[in-house]
């Protein structure tokens, strides 16, 4: 029903397009020569920021788009995927992921279970527009848990003229059967610009370059080449409206993402060869497998006076995420629920937040912002297993920055922040652990200790963070900046207080509810050339962290309480060390030709262990060659992955490899519109190879095989009298 609604609608906006009006709806006037001085979004970017900052526009996006966001974005040095099988990934920025990253969308943070790695964002690729990517610490703007950075997803203004618009878009991929599609309509009238768009995704079991996987000593096969139970699909609805009148700014976003995607049962729980067996269809999804949905909506109210602007923002998020499986128990004593007995997980997660900004506009030497923010979460938990407990957080945090334009082509800026937070958690008894100790002859002070999953406890946090730093333009070609930051998280309530197994992640994992905040000092600096054609570009970074949190494998086996747990994983703090550089080159010659450079390196070193931190990506690097013009785009690319011997206790080695990768993108003129065709061939050589950051990489399953990719958008609009 849903792919017959959406061929449908994709049909009737292609005819819209070919017959949408661009110029008779309005009268035609001839003017003088003009002269416009101004500088992009992505320009600006970079000149009002001492912090590395890379901006990926509507090209950018168009040209990588593979609907997954975090997957396109790869192609910035410094930025990785963390990949959770074909279908969803999340971010990292100079090694740093999970809940040290800030997520933006429409200036509000996305919130869900993102300190897991088997949970990816709930963000709809299709409609991103715009995406501003700061590395390193950004506490000072975004609060504590943007200390490694932050990836800002914003919309692209609303167009000038009145108007009625739209786009289809339609994606296929053979990796794994993929069938996409969205649709976007919108209209511009005087003061009103609104739009809404709804898309789906549907895909199979994904193709890997291989017939078997070793898991815990067992060779488990892979019949055709497929993962068993990895389809899925997700389905999101976005809806942006705003309205302007002379200086006031009302702006609301609300949206709805859904997924359902099924895990590899081969690598979820104890292995079993006969759950992996082939059931002839590819695209069903089977236990055990997850839900997610996450609803948001967002207002933002803005009021410009003539050297003032200010800016509430309240939002409100739902995040509901379920995991199913068969029902098991570790104890004899477990009888399944009598509602819902499949259902192993669940975690409801209710976020509201407010945000007031102050900015000063239009003062020659010397600008100031302050704001304030509020954040209070709610989590809920359900399922016959346990992982998490109950918990509230409530965040909040003031700050002020100063920007001095000392000359014409140098600025320099400072900031200061105060963050505050508590955490309270709500006991957990496990009445079925306490049966089973009691049973088994447990002494009862050893019943008593460990029958509390979680105990009662409340925490409170509070820390400064800030930065300075420089930009210093000294010409058009050459942009330099320096900047050294401060910055602390206060630690996650999984850091706090999880206890139990985590089959997403293959261990068991224990929370210390004494743990500090985390703390570090960050230091980097950017050089970059643009010039007739040339560009360069380098960013070396530092970062100490006093007390850096992290899971640590401690070599107990919780038997005694958890039959079949495997080894337990403590949250740990330690003296840590991050550094590294990126660097990327390109040249145009032969006129229609570009040769583009990207490499990048991470070194992490824990220094309490004398040993690599966990989830360390490898230096890698691409070459591309590419030749265009105004209307088409073909370009050949290699990638290459460096060895990650460089690991932590119980972590795999990975070894590295080389992937060549084609594609070709073009403009094609159809009626009153152009149709944008992008094609792309990953992996051309199937080559099997693993990702060190993957979510399936501890099961040795390696990535996608060879992908053949298309993917077509029909944008139109007719001019409004």
Not at 40 to 69: C, M, P, Y
């Amino acid at each position: 029903m849903h792919n017959r609604f959406i061929l449908a609608m994709s049909m009737l906006v292609f005819v819209l397009s070919i017959n949408a009006q661009t110029n008779d709806s309005i009268k035609q006037v001839e003017l003088g020569d003009i002269t416009i001085n101004g500088q992009s979004f992505k320009k600006k970017s970079q000149l009002n920021s001492s912090q590395s900052v890379d901006v990926a526009e509507k090209d950018f996006l168009d040209r990588h788009f593979s609907g997954n966001i975090m997957q396109a974005l790869e192609y910035i040095p410094g930025v990785k995927s963390m990949d959770i099988g074909s279908g969803f990934s999340k971010p990292m920025i100079r090694g740093m992921g999970f809940n040290r990253l800030s997520v933006t969308e429409n200036g509000v943070k996305q919130e869900g279970q993102q300190w897991g790695s088997d949970h990816g964002l709930e963000i709809d690729a299709f409609n991103v527009e715009q995406v501003t990517i700061r590395k390193g610490p950004s506490s000072l703007l975004y609060g504590s848990d943007a200390m490694g950075g932050v990836v800002e997803i914003s919309q692209t203004p609303a167009p000038f003229e009145d108007q009625f618009f739209g786009e289809a878009a339609l994606l296929g991929k053979s990796v794994n059967d993929m069938l996409g599609a969205s649709v976007l309509l919108g209209i511009k009238k005087k003061n009103l610009y609104t739009k809404i768009r709804y898309s789906e995704k549907q895909y199979g079991d994904y193709r890997i370059p291989t017939d078997k996987i070793e898991y815990l000593s067992i060779n488990i096969p892979i019949y055709g080449g497929k993962l068993k139970n990895t389809a899925g699909y997700d389905r999101s609805v976005n809806w942006y409206t705003e309205y302007r009148l002379r200086r006031y700014l009302s702006t609301y976003a609300v949206s709805n993402t859904y997924q359902k995607s099924g895990f590899f049962p081969g690598s979820h729980g104890i292995p079993d060869i006969d759950r992996v067996k082939d059931d002839g269809d590819s695209r069903n999804i089977d236990f055990p497998y997850s839900k997610v949905n996450h609803f948001k909506a967002i207002s933002r109210q803005q009021y410009t006076w003539d050297k003032l602007q200010a800016s509430l923002d309240l939002s409100y998020q739902k995040n509901d995420r379920e995991e199913w499986s068969l029902f098991h128990t570790h104890y004899g004593t477990q009888k399944p629920p009598e509602t819902d007995p499949n259902k192993e997980l669940m975690f409801t997660l209710d976020t509201y937040a407010s945000s007031l900004k102050l900015r000063t506009i239009g003062i020659d030497n010397l600008e100031y912002s302050f704001g304030a923010d509020v954040q209070y979460q709610e989590n809920r938990i359900g399922g016959y297993s346990f992982l998490l407990p109950k918990y509230n957080r409530f965040t909040s945090g003031v700050y002020g920055l100063a920007t001095w334009k000392i000359a014409d082509n140098l600025t320099a800026s400072g900031g200061l922040r105060y963050d505050y937070g508590r955490v309270r958690v709500y006991e957990f008894l496990d009445s079925h652990l306490e049966a089973y100790l009691t049973e088994n002859g447990e002494d009862p002070q050893v019943v008593d200790e460990y029958k509390w999953r979680s105990k009662s406890m409340s925490r409170n946090f509070g820390d400064f963070s800030g930065s300075v730093g420089l930009v210093w333009n000294s010409s058009n070609a050459h942009l330099i900046k320096a900047n050294l930051g401060h910055s602390f998280r206060l630690p996650g309530v999984n850091e706090l207080a999880a206890n139990g197994i985590h089959h997403g992640t293959f261990r068991y994992e224990q929370g210390d509810p004494t743990l500090k905040s985390e703390k570090g000092w960050q230091i980097d600096a950017s050089y970059s050339f643009d010039k007739e054609g040339i560009h360069f570009s380098v960013s070396p970074f530092a970062s100490w962290f006093s007390n850096y949190i992290y899971l640590n494998p401690t070599g107990e086996w919780p038997q005694a309480s958890l039959p079949h747990a495997g080894q337990t994983y403590r949250f740990t703090g330690v003296e840590a060390l991050f550094s590294g550089a990126e660097l990327s080159f390109g040249i145009d010659f032969l006129r229609h030709f570009n040769y583009s450079f990207a490499g990048e390196y991470v070194y992490t070193y824990n220094l309490d262990r004398k040993i690599a931190l966990s989830f360390s990506p490898p230096a890698s690097m691409r070459n591309t060659i590419t030749w265009s013009n105004e209307q088409f785009r073909v370009y050949g690319e290699l990638q290459s992955i460096a060895s990650q011997n460089r690991v932590a206790n119980n972590e795999s080695k990975t070894k590295g490899a080389n992937l060549i990768h084609l594609g070709a993108n073009a403009k094609v003129p159809v009626g009153k519109t152009v149709l944008e065709i992008n094609l792309s061939l990953r992996n051309l050589m199937d080559t099997k190879y693993y990702n060190h950051l993957s979510y399936y990489r501890k099961v040795e399953i390696p990535e996608p095989g060879r992908n053949f990719q298309l993917s077509i958008k029909i944008p139109f609009k007719s001019l409004l009298k």
